[in-house]
Every structure is written in C-alpha cells, then in structure tokens.
C-alpha cells in the first residue's frame, strides 16, 4: 500500500479514503510517532477532535483514564479497538496503533458522527488487517525522500510549558520553530502549537523528566528535547533544525538501516577514513564499503560527501 502523498495532510487523507472503502467513518486523526521515544512528530484531522479535547485525549491516555489506552494497542497482541467517543457530535471511535515489526509508527483514530451505527465486527476484522500496510505506507511517506535537517539561519527557540500544559512563554523564534512543524494543522494558532508540544510535555513529566522527539518537516527534520524544570510541574522545550547526532537513531530506524550500518555511518559523521572504519569496528574494507552502499541505497544519496552532507545539513 504505497501513497503518492507529498504533505501530511495528503496521507491523512489518501489512508482515510482507502479505509473508507472497508470502514466507512466520518472523520479521522491520524498521527506519526518518533519509532525510538514514542513521542509524536505529526499530527492531521479532518473532522477530528477539537484541540481542547484532543488535549484531554492524549491525557487521559497518559494517565491511564482511558477505556482503550493506544499504549496498551502498542503493547497488546491485538493493535486496535473501538469505544463510544466523548465528544458532542461523534457516536463511535476506532483506534489502530500503526505497528510493524514491533514498532509503533503511528496511531489513527477513526470518527462516526452521532446517530450512526456503532463500527461492526467484520469492519473491525477489515481494519485489523490494514493495521500493517497503513504502518508501512507511513513509513514509505517518511522516507520518500533522503533525510536532512531543516536549513535555517534562525537560532533555536525556547518555550515553556506550564503547569496547566499551556504555553506561557516564547521566544519569537520558539514560535515560528513550532509553526515549521505544524504548517498545515488548520486550528487556532494557540492551539495548533499546543498540540505540538503536548505530547512532548506528558512524556518529560511521565518518564525520565526529558523527551526528545525529530519532526520529518517538508523543509527538513527538526528537533524538539524538552525537559522538566524542577519540581515546579513547568517543561522546557528547546526546537532546532536536528543535528546529525539527534537525526541517525530516528533515520535508522525510518528507513531500515542496520545496527553495523549505523555504527559506519557514525564514523564518517566523525571524519574517519575507511581503512579506520574498518579497524576500529573490526571490519573488512570490503565489507565497510559494503556498508556505506547499503546505506547509499536507502537514504537515495550516491557518496559518502553526500551522505555526510545529507546528515550534516
């Protein structure tokens, strides 16, 4: 199941009209997940979730107030489940974690309107065996092109997020960072901002007091690390172009690099020369060359300068 899509929102909406045929909804959500934290990294609706409940959404899910958390569809054997929807308007909600080879690559959530039928056994056998090629399309969406990092003269940008998840402060180029991740989300500014962080927040505050998340831009990757400020409940959240460093865990895992692949490719970012490579990982020149074409061919560059540069910006 590949896509044509160039934009987020096209996939969104190329996923929705092709479960359509087998699920007929009203509206949808569709989301992409950082494979190495989990957290999220785009985000687009039609006739979704307003930003408020979607808000409420992601934290009953985090606090485990939800009927069908999408973390136990990750953990789950079975990566999908429907429930009667919380917000006026809409009837029934079918979640799918979009797993494939045991990584969550995204999650979508499917809307019947009021008044309709609830969604039936057989669409949910339908949906359950798409779960795997809607995984794979947003994946081939990702890696359509090579991966690089968002060029941009702008400095990195700050934002803290307080107590009641709400942004409470900014620097101007915190801002226009946010608005480069979320271009296309068509929802009040405060609001479509606020959905790019709030998922960024509720993983600092649940797990290890910092997140990290790599957003596949049109203009290039960016990088979100947030972090807790003390015990204050306030998270603080710096947005930059990615660095190589911050960029190789993601790519490696979008586009299917090995853990040997990975470890050459981290030596050239370094500057090493083969011969080097080869020594310090105890490899062949041949099999270091080996490498670097199998790495060529998945990122679609031609050479290690270009490899470099791809990863560098």
Same mark, same amino acid.
């Given at each position: 199941m590949g896509t044509d899509a160039n934009t987020v929102p096209e996939l969104g909406r190329d996923l929705s009209r092709r479960l359509w045929r087998h699920v007929p909804h009203d509206g949808f959500m569709l989301s992409g997940q950082d494979p190495i934290t989990g957290a999220g990294c785009f985000l687009t609706e039609e006739h979704g979730y307003g930003g408020e409940y979607f808000h409420r959404l992601q934290l009953d899910d985090v606090q485990g107030r939800s009927e069908? @958390?999408?973390?136990?569809? !990750? $953990?789950? @054997?079975? @990566? !999908?489940?429907?429930?009667?929807?919380?917000? /006026?308007?809409?009837g029934d909600e079918l979640r799918l974690a979009l797993i494939h080879g045991g990584i969550a690559w995204g999650t979508l959530i499917l809307l019947r309107e009021s008044g309709r039928p609830s969604f039936s056994a057989d669409e949910l056998a339908h949906a359950r065996q798409l779960v795997v090629p809607l995984a794979l399309t947003v994946k081939a969406f990702v890696t359509r092109t090579a991966p690089r990092p968002r060029r941009s003269a702008a400095a990195p940008g700050v934002i803290v997020v307080g107590q009641d998840d709400? !942004?409470?402060?900014?620097?101007?180029?915190?801002?226009?960072?946010?608005?480069?991740?979320?271009?296309?989300?068509?929802? /009040?500014?405060? $609001?479509?901002?606020? !959905?790019t962080v709030w998922n960024l927040t509720f993983a600092a505050r649940h797990g290890s007091g910092a997140a990290l998340s790599r957003i596949p831009a049109a203009e290039g990757w960016i990088g979100l690390r947030a972090q807790l400020l003390g015990d204050s409940g306030e998270v603080a959240i710096t947005v930059q172009a990615a660095t190589a460093e911050v960029l190789l865990p993601a790519v490696a895992a979008w586009y299917g690099i090995t853990r040997r692949e990975r470890s050459v490719v981290e030596q050239a970012l370094e500057g090493a020369p083969a011969k080097q490579i080869a020594r310090h990982l105890d490899l062949s020149p041949h099999t270091v060359n080996d490498h670097f074409k199998a790495v060529y061919r998945k990122l679609g560059v031609h050479s290690r300068e270009e490899l470099v540069a791809v990863l560098s910006g």
């Open positions: 069908q @958390p999408f973390s136990r569809l !990750i $953990e789950g @054997p079975v @990566p !999908i489940a429907t429930m009667n929807s919380g917000q /006026p308007g809409f709400r !942004i409470k402060t900014a620097t101007p180029t915190g801002r226009d960072w946010l608005r480069a991740c979320v271009p296309y989300l068509d929802l /009040p500014d405060d $609001e479509a901002l606020a !959905i």
